[in-house]
């Protein structure tokens, strides 16, 4: 398995065709996984918009001043009426905002961005990832898979890393359950998240800041012949930190 960078490409604009754009530059071979930056994702989409287009309400303003008095930082409460209305579920108040998008990803801030936005002040996440994936692989000529990849965090380790936000042409994750490790014992609970793993893959190869390249192919990946499964995001009821969450509160001091 090798991965590459897709070279040449232009910023962005609302409206391109990133098929297009990308099958113009990178010959595509069937069985490549195409992983895509959810960044330009989102600016072909025009998921663009002002700190103007979110007029704080009250829950908004406390939460602003919640965030100022716990960082000690001052906070637009226009911009945490972003986060609300890009969000489904609100894991944490402080001292950052922990919450679920419409698609199930559970990230800080909903995942808008503040960098590499153009000339927005503002770029929310694709509406569905896994919708813009399957848009950009049937614009594509070759059988590929396409993965919409972003940057988070991860609770007990500093650092970013590559995760998939959505996904199209193979499953999400292959599932070991069943089948035996070396010694012979059956596997129970092994679910790999290859489309995560594939999306760290391709976090080396593109970069980050103002080097970086949004589209990365990795070729030669099979995923073998294993179960494959879409349930990527876990459930409420079988989420044991998140339900931890909602009994926590942050203490400055």
């Known amino acids: 398995m090798h991965a590459?960078?897709?070279?040449?490409?232009?910023?962005?604009?609302?409206?391109?065709?990133?098929?297009?754009?990308?099958?113009?530059?990178?010959?595509?071979?069937?069985?490549?996984?195409?992983?895509?930056?959810?960044?330009?994702?989102?600016?072909?989409?025009?998921?663009?918009?002002?700190?103007?287009?979110?007029?704080?309400?009250?829950?908004?303003?406390?939460?602003?001043?919640?965030?100022?008095?716990?960082?000690?930082?001052?906070?637009?409460?226009?911009?945490?009426?972003?986060?609300?209305?890009?969000?489904?579920?609100?894991?944490?108040?402080?001292?950052?905002?922990?919450?679920?998008?419409?698609?199930g990803h559970v990230g800080v801030n909903a995942g808008i961005d503040r960098s590499n936005t153009g000339d927005a002040e503002l770029l929310l996440l694709p509406e569905n990832p896994s919708e813009s994936a399957e848009r950009i692989r049937s614009g594509l000529d070759?059988?590929?898979?396409?993965?919409?990849?972003?940057?988070?965090?991860?609770?007990?380790?500093?650092?970013?890393?590559?995760?998939?936000?959505g996904?199209?042409?193979?499953?999400?994750?292959?599932?070991?359950?069943g089948e035996t490790d070396r010694d012979g014992h059956e596997l129970e609970v092994t679910v790999e998240s290859v489309v995560d793993e594939l999306a760290a893959t391709a976090n080396l190869v593109s970069g980050e800041g103002d080097g970086g390249t949004p589209v990365v192919v990795v070729r030669e990946f099979a995923f073998g012949d294993h179960g494959g499964s879409d349930a990527l995001y876990r459930e409420v009821e079988g989420d044991f930190v998140r339900q931890a969450l909602r009994g926590w509160e942050y203490a400055r001091d």
């Open 167 to 177: 996904w199209a042409g193979m499953p999400a994750s292959r599932d070991w359950r």
């Open 4 to 103: 590459f960078a897709v070279s040449g490409l232009p910023e962005v604009r609302p409206g391109d065709d990133l098929a297009a754009l990308v099958g113009d530059r990178a010959e595509l071979e069937d069985g490549d996984v195409v992983c895509v930056a959810s960044t330009v994702v989102s600016k072909a989409e025009g998921r663009t918009a002002s700190l103007a287009d979110f007029p704080a309400g009250p829950r908004a303003r406390e939460i602003a001043s919640e965030l100022e008095a716990a960082t000690g930082d001052e906070k637009d409460p226009r911009f945490a009426q972003a986060v609300l209305e890009e969000s489904v579920d609100l894991l944490m108040e402080a001292p950052f905002l922990l919450t679920e998008t419409r698609f």
């Open 142 to 165: 070759a059988d590929v898979a396409v993965v919409v990849t972003d940057t988070s965090g991860r609770p007990f380790r500093h650092g970013q890393r590559g995760v998939a936000l």
